[in-house]
């Protein structure tokens, strides 16, 4: 089993920036793949940054050019660097793995079988 505990979310300026990290722990070589998911009030939880292990990754279109995913096998770390923040980024946060090596949809919560709990991001 694998645990995912995020962190690093806050309240920010639109313009701002902020630095997401989860940590793995458990069977980690069960997280191949990793992305980050976020889910506002009343919407559906939406792919927004995907990792493979490849280090391929994959970025909605909404982030692309203003968020960046990284992963630290050694640390068993997936980072979300999210700058130029937009109120429109408000959400609750999700990182997520799964075992396998690529997924074909690497945005889509259903191809991740482990979630963490959240971590909260304002932009006001």
């Known amino acids: 089993h694998v645990q995912l505990v995020e962190s690093g979310g806050g309240s920010v300026q639109a313009g701002g920036s902020l630095r997401l990290s989860c940590a793995a722990s458990g069977a980690t070589y069960n997280t191949h793949c990793m992305g980050w998911f976020r889910q506002a009030p009343g919407k559906e939880r939406e792919g927004v940054a995907a990792i493979d292990s490849n280090d391929s990754t994959r970025y909605a279109d909404s982030v692309k050019g203003r968020f960046t995913i990284s992963k630290d096998n050694a640390k068993n770390t997936l980072c979300l660097q999210m700058n130029s923040l937009k109120p429109e980024d408000t959400a609750m946060y999700y990182c997520?793995?799964?075992?396998?090596?690529?997924?074909?949809?690497?945005?889509?919560?259903?191809?991740?079988?482990?979630w963490g709990q959240g971590t909260q991001v304002t932009v006001s």
């Open positions: 997520a793995a799964d075992a396998r090596l690529w997924v074909g949809y690497p945005l889509l919560r259903t191809e991740y079988n482990y």
